[in-house]
T-cell receptor, first 115, second 120 residues
Framework: GAGVSQSPRYKVAKRGQDVALRCDPISGHVSLFWYQQALGQGPEFLTYFQNEAQLDKSGLPSDRFFAERPEGSVSTLKIQRTQQEDSAVYLCASSFRQGDRYEQYFGPGTRLTVT | AQKVTQAQTEISVVEKEDVTLDCVYE???????LFWYKQPPSGELVFLIR??????QNEISGRYSWNFQKSTSSFNFTITASQVVDSAVYFCALSVSKLGHGGSQGNLIFGKGTKLSVKP
């Protein structure tokens, strides 16, 4: 079956531009997570959705970051007025159910480069 | 606070050697889950295993085995008879039960990863 897909795979933005990153989770998966992975580091949690509800956004680094999942399926991570420190790989993951016992399935990520 | 430490940044072995990747975690929670993920050059994280805090039984899956020891807060991963296809970055991760925070949500706390290179 289809896995988690993300688009675009690569994005180059000039500093100050807005970007939108898309995630298509596995069909039927309730939980959706966004992570940010800097070069040479492990992924770091950004935000969490259960269906369409954003239950935790404690990892978003600033108010320039915004995420939504309006119909409980596709999610978009938007970064406004991009800065060089936003350069990273943004990973989306989904899980069949809510809860810490369920493994997450990751997409290939979007590599964002801010110049 | 929760934390995962993977002290080995890079490991290089020759094919058919056994290799162990170390993982040490910190948490005050009594209920938690530990994971290992593999990240090949393509970038997609691949789930390998999950263990819960109440089950210290070691597990073997083919050439892979995991040693979970609560006494030392470690969850080490061993690859037996390594192969070139095992070359990747391996991440250990921790998930804790955030009860009362909209239920247990399961976001993962990752270590910095260990890059394994298996040479022919």
């Amino acid at each position: 079956g289809a896995g988690v897909s993300q688009s675009p795979r690569y994005k180059v933005a000039k500093r100050g531009q807005d970007v939108a990153l898309r995630c298509d989770p596995i069909s039927g998966h309730v939980s959706l997570f966004w992570y940010q992975q800097a070069l040479g580091q492990g992924p770091e949690f950004l935000t969490y959705f259960q269906n369409e509800a954003q239950l935790d956004k404690s990892g978003l680094p600033s108010d320039r970051f915004f995420a939504e999942r309006p119909e409980g399926s596709v999610s978009t991570l938007k970064i406004q007025r991009t800065q060089q420190e936003d350069s990273a790989v943004y990973l989306c993951a989904s899980s069949f159910r809510q809860g810490d016992r369920y493994e997450q399935y990751f997409g290939p990520g979007t590599r964002l480069t801010v110049t | 606070a929760q934390k995962v430490t993977q002290a080995q940044t890079e490991i290089s072995v020759v094919e058919k050697e056994d290799v162990t990747l170390d993982c040490v975690y910190e948490t005050r929670d009594t209920t938690y889950y530990l994971f290992w993920y593999k990240q090949p050059p393509s970038g997609e994280l691949v789930f390998l295993i999950r263990r819960n805090s109440f089950d210290e039984q070691n597990e073997i899956s083919g050439r892979y085995s995991w040693n979970f020891q609560k006494s030392t807060s470690s969850f080490n991963f061993t690859i037996t008879a390594s192969q070139v296809v095992d070359s990747a970055v391996y991440f250990c991760a921790l998930s804790v039960s955030k009860l009362g925070h909209g239920g247990s949500q399961g976001n993962l706390i990752f270590g910095k990863g260990t890059k394994l290179s298996v040479k022919p």
